[in-house]
């Protein structure tokens, strides 16, 4: 029976969720020939924070682990990110934390930015069939196989949308305000963001557009004023931490880069405000959801100037649990369609409970985990009764 996975393959970040438990690791591959790295038993691991896979006889580190231990890691930033096999190995790399079987049939909903939806056909074709991957913990190693037969590719910000309206059983929230009328969403990611539109209901690719600009908008900047003051040279895929606790250590003293950073993240929201105001008449709007991991952040920004625009519940990985929400949706109708022999929809569902609470630039969660809500009103009920 085939698993639902979504899988939200960010510029920055790779989100993955299978409706139990979700992981969060950075979009970095990194040649992993010079060895294994070596647990000295003392840090935290988590399945996505020591990712390290071999796919068509090349080994490769992912997310953090690349970032500390690959001489050659990058992160494919060009629009296409047509770089070698990366996305591949990401999004392969991503599922084999679900593989759990030696065959592993897995039915994923992942997104495109909505500029580049005809991207789509491809990228599924590149996909599609059965791939044979050696996933590496620790000293051991064991190959899994695994079959995609079903990938859809949907606009990417619609993930937040379905994360709202649809609940993790796959059932409309009959009576939720976003339901009907004019729904913007805004995902504002790594390098690029999302404008969308739905109206009661329905996707409108009349008012959606992807822009190229993101948090990494500032990195360059950020990565400039460390050189200059502290003839700190960091490559920009290292910063997102220093860029999240405000804070980079130099020499082993922590120097403080929140002015910095708020400075730039203000400059940030005021173009996406200009974006959003040259394509959207904003009052016809009845909600807004601010989105992604960029979301988060510049939610204080935008808000004051965005009545309507609340923040979605736990945006990082909004997307992602939204395309799970999704697929399972799908796979209950389908098996409903079917009639009551073809087995219980239940059996979609999957994986086994787990892990680690939210910290850092990896990580993982279990659904349910309200520890990962960090405050902030963002109950579109509640605001719909306002
Ligand atoms: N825990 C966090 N706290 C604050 N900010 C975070 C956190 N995690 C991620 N971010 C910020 O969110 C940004 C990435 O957001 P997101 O994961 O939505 O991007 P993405 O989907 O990978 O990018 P894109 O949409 O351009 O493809 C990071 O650059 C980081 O600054
Ligand atoms: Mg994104």
Known sequence: MERCIGLDMGYGFIK????????????????????????????QRTGSSELRISYNGKNYLLGDYAIRHSRLAHRGLSPTRAEG??????????LSLYARETINNFYVVTGLPPGRMHMADDFVRQLRGDHEVVRHTGASRFGVSIRLERIEVVPQPVGSFWAEVLDDRGQIRGDHPLLSGRIGIIDIGFRTSDFATVIDGEYSPG?????????????????QELSTHYGLEREQYTLDDAVIRGQVNVSGRPVD?????????????????????????????????????????????????LPQAQLAQDSVTANARGYYNWAYFNAQQQAADLGPSSGDADSYGA????????????????????????????????????
């Open 16 to 43: 993955i969720d299978d409706g139990r438990e979700g992981h969060v690791f950075p979009s970095v591959v990194g040649e992993g020939e010079s060895g294994m790295p070596m647990s000295l038993g003392i840090g």
């Open 85 to 94: 096999d990366d996305l591949k190995i990401l999004f392969l790399g991503a």
């Open 207 to 223: 008012f959606c557009k992807t822009v190229p600009l993101g948090i990494s908008f500032g990195y360059e900047e950020i990565a």
């Open 257 to 305: 880069i929140v002015e910095l950073r708020d400075r730039i993240f203000g400059d940030i929201a005021t173009k996406l405000l200009v974006e959003a105001r040259s394509m959207w008449q904003i009052q016809e709007y009845d909600h807004i959801i601010i989105t992604g991991g960029g979301g988060r952040v510049l939610e204080r920004y935008l808000r004051p100037e």
């Open 351 to 386: 994986g086994s409970g787990s892990t680690a609470g939210y910290g850092g630039s990896t990580s993982s969660y279990s659904r349910g985990d309200t520890s990962r809500d960090e405050g902030g009103s963002r109950d579109f009920r509640a605001s719909g009764e306002q």
